[in-house]
Antibody, heavy 121, light 108 residues
Framework: QLQLQESGPGLVKPSGTLSLTCTVS??????????WGWIRQPPGKGLEWIGT???????FYNPSLRGRVSISVDTSKNQFSLRLDSVTAADTAVYYC?????????????WGQGTMVTVSS | EIVLTQSPGTLSLSPGERATLSCRAS???????IVWYQQTPGQPPRLLIY???TRATGIPDRFSGSGSGTDFTLTISRLEPEDFAVYYC?????????FGQGTKVEIK
């Protein structure tokens, strides 16, 4: 059974860098049928797609975050990671990693439980 | 980017009733590429529908999606107690993929 688990600091200082890792278990991140994504949700608000990565390292990002966001994959550890630079309070959110259905990279089917990241001094 | 507007903001219904949720796009969604999710408090979203009408694995047939162009609908034919939640639509016809603000289905 596929499981995803986010990990990383829960508190980041303004202007700092947010770094999160998603550990995949139950399947190989190198499975060519799937992409892997990051989505976030500010407290009490809706969802925002951050970006998506393929096991080859190919990525696509939400343009609203372009320039600040980077997603990478480590096939040896079966993990993929999110890096968000120059964070502000507006980046405070629950961050989810997720895997979409095989034929629809945007339809996120399997989700991690999410990790709350607060940007504050 | 495509803005999705969901209505109503809150839907108050009783178990057994039919729920009709609307998702309107600011421009045509290519290929009717719409997804619907359900989210309960403290939980990640649950995928219900993709490609506008295709139910995800394990989703009961009381959930159905329809629509095209700019107007899409999620229908729950007969509400079960576990269906009271917040529902989000998402479009992936154009980048960036965007979500609606959500509709809360609450017990009347």
């Amino acid at each position: 059974q596929l499981q995803l688990q986010e990990s990383g600091p829960g508190l980041v200082k303004p202007s700092g860098t947010l770094s999160l890792t998603c550990t995949v278990s139950g399947d190989s991140i190198s499975n060519s049928d799937y992409y892997w994504g990051w989505i976030r949700q500010p407290p009490g608000k809706g969802l925002e797609w951050i970006g998506t990565v393929y096991y080859t390292g190919s990525t696509f990002y939400n343009p609203s975050l372009r320039g600040r966001v980077s997603i990478s994959v480590d096939t040896s550890k079966n993990q993929f990671s999110l890096r968000l630079d120059s964070v502000t309070a507006a980046d405070t959110a629950v961050y989810y990693c997720a895997r979409p259905v095989a034929v629809v990279p945007a339809a996120f089917e399997i989700w991690g439980q999410g990790t709350m990241v607060t940007v504050s001094s | 980017e495509i803005v999705l507007t969901q209505s109503p903001g809150t839907l108050s219904l009783s178990p057994g009733e039919r729920a009709t949720l609307s998702c309107r796009a600011s421009e045509t969604v290519n290929n009717d590429y719409i997804v619907w999710y359900q989210q309960t408090p403290g939980q990640p979203p649950r995928l219900l529908i993709y490609r506008s009408f295709t139910r995800a694995t394990g989703i009961p047939d009381r959930f159905s999606g329809s629509g095209s162009g700019t107007d899409f609908t999620l229908t729950i034919s007969r509400l079960e107690p576990e269906d009271f939640a917040v529902y989000y639509c998402q479009q992936y016809g154009s980048s960036p993929w965007t979500f609606g603000q959500g509709t809360k289905v609450e017990i009347k």
